[in-house]
């Protein structure tokens, strides 16, 4: 009796589509579930060189929640490159700025492995948006309902 590891080659690999409401859903958990959907984890024959996740859309991406005083108090740094040029935003303001997607976008790219070129590549397959429709109804997507997965994954007001 042979026992081998079968180890998937990236030709053989088959893709979907997958849709999520992101509507009152906790960034945090969403931003976890799409990170092992984007890389493949919950396949069976997961590789981890081989990018076997799926291709995921978010819609209503503008309406994720915080839990506890995360929206007041979380605070997203960054430098700007001059001398004393660090700025400073709370999450709260970034939802209800220019660009909301943002704080689930980032929240997702620092889940998934730093500094790989497949993990760039598999960011690629994710596609977010604001509103609740998408122009990807030609790939024929499965909606998954995350809000029903677990109770703690949606907040209400």
Not at 97 to 104: A, F, H, I
Request: net charge positive; proline share 6%.
């Amino acid at each position: 009796m042979k026992s081998t590891t079968a180890s998937l080659k990236p030709a053989e690999v088959e893709k979907k589509w997958i849709v999520i409401d992101a509507q009152d859903a906790v960034v945090g958990r969403l931003a976890s579930f799409i990170a092992m959907r984007l890389r493949g984890k919950h396949r069976p024959d997961y590789t981890p060189h081989v990018d076997c996740g799926d291709y995921v859309v978010v819609i209503n991406a503008d309406k994720v929640r915080f839990t506890g005083k995360k929206l007041t108090d979380k605070v997203f740094y960054w430098h700007t490159g001059h001398p004393g040029g660090v700025k400073q935003r709370t999450a709260g303001q970034i939802l209800g700025g220019k660009y909301p997607e943002r704080v689930l976008e980032k929240a997702v790219e620092r889940m998934l492995p730093k500094e790989s070129p497949l993990a760039r590549k598999q960011l690629t397959h994710l596609r977010i948006y604001n509103s609740g429709e998408h122009p990807h109804e030609a790939q024929n997507p499965e909606t998954i309902a995350f809000a029903d997965l677990n109770a703690k994954n949606v907040r209400s007001a």
